[in-house]
């Protein structure tokens, strides 16, 4: 569970509605303070049991960089709606909602995607299915199949649990006993509260399945002719650092190992995190860009 350590958002940053044929989805939408946003914007989508304002710490920094930066909330996460339909919370669905939403933040741009662990994997899948031609992909604390080690027997507690006990369960006595250990502020811990009870139960339990059980599409993605960033924390306790490292060089991308960071590593180490993002988003920029021109 991605945990923020601040809630108030940052100047120039604020909440918006994004509409979109597929539906209504939550955002927190940053711009410069100072100067335009002239580059091409970027999509960032959280992990399972995440939300938009696992990436607070960064959006600031990154929309000063020259560029509108998007965080959201997927299908049936905290404030986005999502229905009793388990079918809509797979990779391939929420994938198909990830295009649908670039398609409308971009406006005719390309749009660089950022997905932080299973939403990695939701990315991934955008890519691969061709319902986003994005500008880049950064894959940041994600890897090439279903999560291992510790937070895989964590989440498969959480879905052996889920159907009988309920999600108030699993909070009470999983999640809220964890924070309290970790010297979590009151504050920020009712909005963990707030925010786990607000996921749809069917979209908790899908989602759930979907990482413990993502097949490796490493291969898939490295046919595309894109952009690609592994970035992850030197701790990562989800998919192991040898892992990612070993998926970067599979996809021939670029690495980046963060400091002192963990699992969530736009929470951990905010400025490493986002001078690592605008020096690889402009990177990428100007290679598209000169190609255009060829």
Known sequence: MSTPRFLALPPGVSTRQIETPVGTFAALEARPVSGVAER??????PGFTGSKEDFIAVLQTLAQAGRRVIAIDMRGQYETQG??????????????????IAETVGQGEPVHLLGHSFGGLVTREAVLDGTARPASLTLMSSGPAAIIGSRERVGRVMLAELPEHGIDYI???????EALRAGVPDEIVAFLRKRL??????GLRVMAEEVLNAVDRVAELARHDLDVLVLYGEHDDGWSPLLQAEMAHRLDAECVVVPGAVHSPAVEAP????AALIRFWNTAESRLLQLQHI
């Open 197 to 202: 009870l607000a996921n749809h139960p069917v």
């Open 40 to 45: 091409w914007p970027a999509l960032l989508v």
């Open 271 to 274: 400025e490493t995190t986002a």
């Open 83 to 100: 229905p009793d339909d388990p079918r809509a919370y797979t990779c391939a669905a929420l994938g198909a909602d990830i295009g649908a």
């Open 171 to 177: 909070w009470a006595n999983r999640l809220e006993p």
